[in-house]
T-cell receptor, first 116, second 109 residues
Framework: EAQVTQNPRYLITVTGKKLTVTCSQNMNHEYMSWYRQDPGLGLRQIYYSMNVEVTDKGDVPEGYKVSRKEKRNFPLILESPSPNQTSLYFC???????????????FGDGTRLSIL | GEDVEQSLFLSVREGDSSVINCTYTDSSSTYLYWYKQEPGAGLQLLTYIFSNMDMKQDQRLTVLLNKKDKHLSLRIADTQTGDSAIYFCAEKDNYKLTFGKGTLLTVNP
């Protein structure tokens, strides 16, 4: 079954304690992306990756890092989390091939982070 | 930059039709999407339309696209209580999705 898997689904932690949210997809997709969802603001893109070792900033990258060492994985790293990063996070993936341009992005089930 | 606007709230009676509207600014958008998010859940793709189409129908869902006015709408016929959710409009340019803030649809029995 085609899936985007995020872990953990829920996390409560404290300010300054480094954390990583993992994202893995089994569809051999080139494109992967992280979004955060906040009430009244919709989903905003944090970082994206067009392929292995190719990453770029989205609209709200401050305070986040990503890496793309393997095609299937795209972890989101918060080196020093702060309360304003309390949010619902979604990972997504899609093919970057021209023939798949009409294919939508596949989303994970979300990770709810609370930073105290 | 890209911008997608939606009204934040819509309330309808069960059995009525719901129409959720969306406007976007990026004229190079290739695809436009509607996602549904139920409370505490992830994003579910409802339907999408290619930018050279005017209309797409899928069972109770009808998507209308006015490319000249950059206006997209989602009509849900015979709205049910199970349709209560947040609905997001999103435009796709190359690979990037830009989302609206979401419309909270409340269906009253």
């Amino acid at each position: 079954e085609a899936q985007v898997t995020q872990n953990p689904r829920y996390l409560i932690t404290v300010t300054g304690k480094k954390l990583t949210v993992t994202c893995s997809q089994n569809m051999n997709h080139e494109y992967m992306s992280w979004y955060r969802q906040d009430p009244g603001l919709g989903l905003r893109q944090i970082y994206y990756s067009m392929n292995v070792e190719v990453t770029d900033k989205g609209d709200v990258p401050e305070g986040y890092k990503v890496s793309r060492k393997e095609k299937r994985n795209f972890p989101l790293i918060l080196e020093s989390p702060s309360p304003n990063q309390t949010s619902l996070y979604f990972c997504a993936s899609s093919s970057a091939l021209d023939r798949d341009r009409n294919q939508p992005q596949h989303f994970g089930d979300g990770t709810r982070l609370s930073i105290l | 930059g890209e911008d997608v606007e939606q009204s934040l709230f819509l309330s309808v009676r069960e059995g009525d039709s719901s129409v959720i509207n969306c406007t976007y600014t990026d004229s190079s958008s290739t695809y436009l999407y509607w996602y549904k998010q139920e409370p505490g859940a992830g994003l579910q793709l409802l339907t999408y339309i290619f930018s050279n189409m005017d209309m797409k129908q899928d069972q109770r869902l009808t998507v209308l696209l006015n490319k000249k006015d950059k206006h997209l709408s989602l009509r849900i016929a015979d709205t049910q209580t199970g349709d209560s959710a947040i609905y997001f409009c999103a435009e796709k340019d190359n690979y990037k999705l830009t989302f609206g803030k979401g419309t909270l649809l409340t269906v009253n029995p």
